[in-house]
C-alpha cells in the first residue's frame, strides 16, 4: 500500500521576492494557501519543511505541522529529504510528495493526480505536466518543457528530457513542466546524496540529475499549469486570482 507524506519547502531568501512565502494573499499568506491545497487533496500528513522560524510560527499558528531545517541546504528536495527524516525516522510513508510553495493557485485535484503514477513501479518519480498553451508560453525560457507522449489511452508517460527550449521538434503538442514531485522514498535518498549533474548545470533543472543516474521519471497530465509566484507581478496576479 502507498502510504504518501506530503511536504511544502519555504524560504524566506528568495531572489526576486524575498519573504514570498509570508506575502499576503487576500488575507493568507501565501505559504497558508498552499497548506490548504495540499490538505483538501486528502493523500496523506501534509507539513511545511521551513529555512525560518517566522515560516514555521505562522504555519503553527494557523492550525499546521512544520519542521525547521537547515537554512544552508542548497535546494528545496534537500529541505524536503531533511524534514521527512524527522517527520517520518521509521520510514513508514513510503512515497515523499515535494510540493512547491510558490503555487498558491494549486488545485487539490492536481496533487491527487501525481499519485496516479506510483502504482507503476517502472517509475521511481512522479510528476505532472499540462499542455503548452501559447506562443509565449512555448518561447519562454521560465516554462520547463517536457519530452513525453501520451496515447489515446495511456495515463502516464515517461519524460525522456526536460528543457527551457521548446521540445520535441516536429508537429504535435507540447508539454509544460510543473514542477511537483512524488518520490519514491529510496529514490529521493539517493537523489540528494548525488553531486549536481552535468546536463543538471547547464538547463539549470535538478530533474535532469535523476535521468542523467537513470532514474525514471513518470508525467501524469493534468488540464492547466498553475502558475508560480517569482515576482512582484506574479504576486499581483495571485492576489487578483482570490479577490475574483
Not at 517502472?122 to 499542455?131: M, Y
Not at 540529475?209 to 506574479?234: H, Q, S
Request: glycine share 8%; net charge negative.
Amino acid at each position: 500500500m502507498i502510504s504518501p507524506l506530503v511536504i511544502i519547502p519555504a524560504r524566506l531568501a528568495s531572489t526576486r521576492l524575498p519573504g514570498k512565502p509570508l506575502a499576503d494573499i487576500a488575507g493568507r499568506a501565501m505559504i497558508l494557501r498552499v497548506l490548504d491545497a495540499a490538505i483538501a487533496a486528502d493523500v496523506g500528513l501534509v507539513a511545511v519543511a521551513a529555512a525560518d522560524q517566522e515560516i514555521c510560527d505562522v504555519v503553527t499558528q494557523a492550525g499546521g505541522r512544520a519542521v525547521l531545517t537547515d537554512p544552508d541546504l542548497p535546494s528545496g528536495s534537500d529541505r524536503v529529504w531533511q524534514a521527512a527524516q524527522e517527520l517520518d525516522p521509521e520510514g513508514e510513508h513510503d512515497v515523499i510528495i515535494n510540493l512547491q510553495g510558490d503555487l498558491p493557485t494549486f488545485s487539490p485535484d492536481d496533487l491527487r493526480a501525481v499519485m496516479r503514477v506510483m502504482p507503476n513501479p517502472a517509475f521511481d518519480i512522479g510528476t505532472l505536466v499540462a499542455p503548452v498553451l501559447s506562443v509565449d508560453e512555448k518561447l519562454a525560457a521560465s516554462v520547463v518543457k517536457v519530452a513525453c507522449h501520451f496515447d489515446a489511452d495511456t495515463p502516464c508517460a515517461p519524460a525522456l528530457y526536460f528543457s527551457r527550449n521548446p521540445i520535441p521538434w516536429g508537429e504535435g503538442g507540447l508539454w509544460h513542466h510543473v514542477g511537483v514531485y512524488g518520490w519514491r522514498r529510496e529514490a529521493l535518498k539517493r537523489f540528494v546524496s548525488l553531486p549536481e549533474s552535468g546536463l543538471e548545470r547547464r538547463e539549470k533543472l535538478e530533474q535532469l540529475r535523476a535521468l542523467e543516474a537513470g532514474m525514471r521519471i513518470g508525467c501524469a497530465r493534468i488540464d492547466a499549469a498553475p502558475f508560480g509566484v517569482d515576482t512582484p507581478a506574479d504576486l499581483d496576479r495571485a492576489r487578483q486570482h482570490f479577490k475574483a
